[in-house]
Nanobody
Framework: QVQLVESGGGLVQPGGSLALSCAASGIVFALFDMAWYRQVPGKERELVAKITRRDYITYADSVKGRFTISRDNDKETMSLQMRSLRTEDTGVYYC??????????????WGEGTQVTVSS
């Protein structure tokens, strides 16, 4: 029932730009904190950027000034605009939705991921 579907991944040269999107269904989108994570083989999945239900935004230090996260509650989508891409930005990017419950069982959902490869 709940689906998070990423799109926009692909191959890009260092210094280039790419835009990712996450389309959500089956949740009350406006009530969820949304985030992008990425993972490379042999490394822990790391938070890239988060935008909460209150529109508070957090970025990983490694992407500050280069990436921009946004959400559209009407379209129930979240986006990540990436520029000045580096080879170390390569990885599988995952969409995450978190209800942020503190008084009930957690409600956390993940997409299947989209591959971003930065290479010359």
């Amino acid at each position: 029932q709940v689906q998070l579907v990423e799109s926009g991944g692909g191959l890009v040269q260092p210094g280039g730009s790419l835009a990712l999107s996450c389309a959500a269904s089956g949740i009350v989108f406006a009530l969820f904190d949304m985030a992008w994570y990425r993972q490379v083989p042999g490394k822990e999945r790391e938070l890239v950027a988060k935008i909460t239900r209150r529109d508070y935004i957090t970025y990983a230090d490694s992407v500050k000034g280069r990436f921009t996260i946004s959400r559209d509650n009407d379209k129930e989508t979240m986006s990540l605009q990436m520029r000045s891409l580096r080879t170390e930005d390569t990885g599988v990017y995952y969409c995450n939705a978190d209800r942020g419950r503190t008084d009930r069982l957690p409600s956390v959902y993940w997409g299947e991921g989209t591959q971003v490869t930065v290479s010359s």
